[in-house]
């Protein structure tokens, strides 16, 4: 029963709603060759 109600509730939403916002990437992976100073490094 509960369930009918959150679709409805979803239905009715409005896009117009949300803020735009813009992504930013926080973690980003290390590149190849930081990689392999690292690993030289360590050896």
Excluded: C, H, I, W
Aim: hydrophobic share 30%; proline share 2%.
């Amino acid at each position: 029963m509960s369930d009918k109600l959150d679709m409805a509730e979803t239905e009715r939403f409005g896009k117009s709603k949300l803020k735009k916002m813009e992504m930013q990437e926080k973690n980003s992976l290390p590149s190849k060759e930081m990689v392999e100073q690292k690993r030289a490094s360590e050896s």
